[in-house]
Each structure stands twice: as C-alpha cells, then as structure tokens.
C-alpha cells in the first residue's frame, strides 16, 4: 500500500466559522491536533510501485463507491432525521463531460448494505477543491470535521428503527474520478465493521480487513427527536448559491429566525435584513468578494446559529 498525503492542513487553518450540526465522532481522533490534521489519501500499491488507484476513490478493481456505518457507537444517539449528507472531496479529474459523484444514505442490514433511503447528484465541477470551497465543522471551538460537498434532502430521511445506517458517495462510472478524505491508517480500529468499500456487485468490503484502518469524510447532519430550535437550525438550514454573485437565499425551515446579521472576518456587521416566513433573499451585490460570517437571530436579539457563505 502506498501513501499520498494532501497538502490539506492548511485548509484548517483559515477562519474558524460555525457550520450545521454533524456527526462526526467517527474522525475527530484524526483532528484531535488541528495544527497537523492526521488525513490524507491513500492508493493501492500494485507491487512495482505503481497504483491501481484510490482506495477511497476510484481504482482498478471496479469499487463503485465508499461508505461509512453510523450507530449507536458512532453518533446515533436517538431516533429522528437525517437532513443532509456532507463529503470531503480530496481530489477531483474531469476528464471530458459532466462527470459526477452520488451521494447517498443506505440501510444497515446487520452490516449489509440494504435499501438506498435517498441520494443526490453533484457534478464534479460544482465541487471546490481549494481551501475555499471547504467548510469546516466547528463544535464550540474545536474542529470536528469539514466538507466541500453537500446534499440536502428535500424531505429529510426517518432514521431507520435499528438506529444506524450507512453514508457515503458513488464515484464517476465514467468521464472523471475522485478521492475521498479520510483520516490516517491507525486512526479508526473500527475499520473492520464501519468503514469500507462498494463493491461491482453492491456488497461491502470493509477496509478494516486489509490493515486499512481509516474512516471516511462523510458526516450526516442529523436532527434527533427532542432536539432544540438551534440544533434543528444548525441541521435545516439552506445557504445558497454558495459561493454567491448578487444574491444569497437563505431557508431556515422555522419562523422562529427574525432577522439575519453578515459580518466580514474582522467581526464587522455589513449588512442586516428581516427574515419573513424562515427565509430571505439578501441583496449581497455590493459585498466585496470573500468570505462573511451570518448570524440567525431571534426576535428578541439572540443568536440561533451562525455560520458561512462565500461572494464571488
């Protein structure tokens, strides 16, 4: 086997902004050090080292895809919803056309692949690579995770009654192929029951087996049953486009959002609109281009979430 490092630990060390409430107990030991992040991407060593490409992406054995087991051990701590589904992609080659990746939710039958529960389709060229497209998952002050490819589901998925299901992407079948971030070999001893491969015939083959202890980049926003306005904020919300021309749309899901507050990087307030009915297309055309901070706040002034958007 042989290791690629990204050079992505720079992508950690920009601002540190607020994102959706994710699971991600399953990577944090690789993040645990921020300054140096234990991730990266590996491929398989053809014995005369050469590769027969990604073992998280795509490669000479056909892998249709990769995904990740989300339990009561990792993060499923109650029955409720899943509403998105968010992927690090670490590398990207558009050969011709509109190459894209799927990415999906699956059942878990007693750790079988079953029924895919809901999916969408991201086109390879939608997806940014560089350190700006990248949206890291921040829980207080500490970095848990961090994507650059997003699927929200229209009608969030019931979380199945086992409580646990499995997440992940399809790559390219043709035209294009990807990698998928994910943590250093060492990094997830549960490799051999939560994180692995698809196989040609649909089934899946566990990385664990072959002393690839990883887990993958793929962190489900999950609202739980019980959980408050600023968890099911954190988990519904919709920004978009993003990155942003003239105007970003804004679908918080609740009418309990009065007003939106965008702030530049140095904490300054730039703009500042009512919300009416949980949304608000915001006129941004007048923004310089970067990256600005919004805060979701209460009728009363206090703030129920907060996270990014990028104008062009």
Not at 167 to 176: E, I, R, S
Not at 272 to 290: D, H, I, K
Not at 293 to 310: H, M, R
Request: avoid cysteine.
């Amino acid at each position: 086997m042989k290791k690629i490092y990204l050079l992505v630990a720079s992508v950690f060390l920009g601002a540190s902004l607020f994102g959706q409430t994710f699971i991600t107990s399953h990577f944090e030991s690789a993040l645990a050090n921020p300054s140096s992040p234990q991730i990266g991407l590996y491929t398989w060593d053809d014995g005369s080292g050469g590769s027969d490409g990604y073992i998280t992406g795509n490669n000479n054995y056909g892998d249709l895809g990769a995904v990740q087991l989300f339990d009561a051990t990792h993060g499923v701590t109650n029955t409720g919803v899943i509403n998105s589904v968010g992927v690090f992609v670490g590398y990207k080659d558009i050969v011709s056309g509109t190459p894209a990746i799927t990415i999906g939710v699956w059942e878990n039958n007693s750790g079988a692949i079953g029924n895919l529960l809901g999916s969408g389709t991201i086109n390879l060229a939608d997806i940014d690579t560089t350190q700006a497209g990248v949206t890291p998952i921040i829980v207080g002050t500490s970095l848990k995770g961090a994507y650059n490819a997003i699927v929200s589901f229209a009608t969030p998925i019931a979380i199945p009654a086992s409580n646990s299901f499995f997440a992940g992407v399809l790559y390219p079948t043709a035209d294009g192929e990807v990698a998928i971030v994910s943590s250093q070999v060492g990094q997830f001893p549960d490799a051999t029951t939560h994180s692995g491969a698809i196989l040609s015939d649909g089934t899946f083959d566990n990385y664990g087996q072959y002393n690839v202890t990883i887990s993958l980049a793929v962190f489900p926003g999950v609202t739980f049953d019980g959980a408050s306005v600023t968890e099911v904020l954190k988990a519904q919300t919709r920004v978009y486009p993003n990155p942003a021309n003239d105007v970003v749309n804004f679908e918080f899901g609740t009418t309990e959002v009065a007003n939106v507050t965008v702030l530049n990087l140095n904490g300054q307030v730039v703009l500042s609109s009512a919300v009416n009915n949980g949304a608000l297309a915001l006129n941004v055309s007048e923004l310089e281009s970067g990256l600005y901070i919004y805060q979701a706040n209460d009728a009363n002034g206090n703030v129920l979430n907060t996270s990014k958007f990028s104008k062009k």
